[in-house]
């Protein structure tokens, strides 16, 4: 097995170059690239990661600990974050949580205990009162939508904007009698679901549109939850002449849209033509459903590398303890067949 330095010497290059192709450094010229990885392949030239990591005092290994790893977003965004952090020289380990604020916790607690250089935390449960827990010498980014009165470091999304686009969108299409599922207004708290009330809720104002009560539909987000909670809006709501109580459905999330275009369907209804339904998150499969989804579309990958910096410059002692940031991800409107007539 041939050492960096024979691998140097194959390709006619430095130790330098030799090191940056390794690390997947950017600026390396891909015919430069193409001339070490054959080297490396020729020599049969492994990188000792576990005593690299050692030298650095480090594993190289980050965890993302989600809610649930068989959701499509999650699915989506751990894609991302392997990918990213593999460019930059580090693995990423998956954790789930449950959704439960023990396991939430403990995954801080198990990110130190298994020598995880940081750890990423889409958060749910987790609220103000935790803020103190999330901060220190441990490296820690949370995901999530909940604010906090002391600086952590946070990466979020405009919730409140895309409901309101989406809202918006339907608007333009014509519709009157607009449902969001998947969101809570009136319970005191600030996360997912009453944000994305909240932005329905302005679009709607600000069209002179009077909201329904039941209109405005709690769903837990799994496939499950959101069947039951399209079924109970459409039986609270009732129906008249054969036609659906609604003509536009918001939707929490991509998951709640596919499960409300079941329902839609099982009851008779066709989407577009009856009832116009947009999603959030658009996850890859939202341009593969019949009819292809409608959705907010959350800058996944801005998000994604906003985080990576928090942690790796955390991990790496490249900024200052007391220097917490704040990342809120755009939003834009991905308009497909669910709301073209």
């Not at 997912?192 to 405005?216: D, H």
């Amino acid at each position: 097995m041939g050492t960096m330095q024979d691998v140097a010497r194959h390709a006619g290059v430095s130790v330098m170059t030799v090191s940056n192709v390794i690390n997947g450094h950017p600026h390396v010229r891909e015919s430069t690239r193409q001339k070490v990885l054959a080297a490396i392949a020729e020599l049969d030239y492994h990188v000792n990661t576990a005593a690299r990591n050692l030298r650095q005092g480090r594993t190289g290994v980050i965890c993302l600990a989600v809610p649930d790893i068989d959701r499509p977003y999650f699915g989506l965004l751990a894609t991302l974050l392997i990918e990213r952090a593999s460019a930059r020289g580090y693995e990423l380990v998956v954790e789930q949580t449950s959704a439960r604020r023990d396991r939430e916790l403990d995954s801080i607690t198990r990110s130190r205990l298994r020598s995880y250089d940081g750890v990423m935390l889409s958060s749910v449960q987790l609220h103000d009162d935790d803020a103190t827990l999330l901060r220190g010498d441990f490296p820690l980014v949370v995901f999530g939508e909940r604010p906090f009165s002391i600086p952590i470091d946070h990466v979020a999304m405009a919730n409140e904007r895309g409901t309101d686009l989406a809202t918006q969108h339907l608007i333009d299409q014509g519709c009157t009698r607009i449902a969001i599922i998947g969101g809570q207004v009136g319970t005191g708290e600030i996360d997912v679901s009453t944000l994305r009330a909240q932005g329905y809720l302005t679009a709607m104002e600000r069209a002179g549109l009077t909201v329904n009560p039941l209109w405005v539909h709690h769903a837990d987000y799994s496939f499950e939850g959101s069947l039951e909670s399209t079924s109970r809006l459409l039986d609270e709501l009732g129906s008249e002449g054969g036609r659906p109580p609604v003509d536009g459905l918001v939707c929490a999330t991509d998951l709640i849209a596919v499960s409300a275009i079941r329902v839609l369907r099982d009851r008779g209804f066709s989407v577009p033509e009856d009832v116009l339904v947009v999603g959030f998150d658009d996850v890859p499969l939202a341009q593969f459903l019949t009819p292809s989804l409608s959705a907010v579309r959350p800058d996944h990958e801005g998000m994604v590398d906003a985080a990576l910096d928090m942690l790796i410059e955390r991990i790496e002692g490249r900024r200052d303890p007391d220097d917490y940031r704040t990342f809120i991800g755009d939003v834009t409107l991905v308009q497909r067949e669910s709301t073209r007539r």
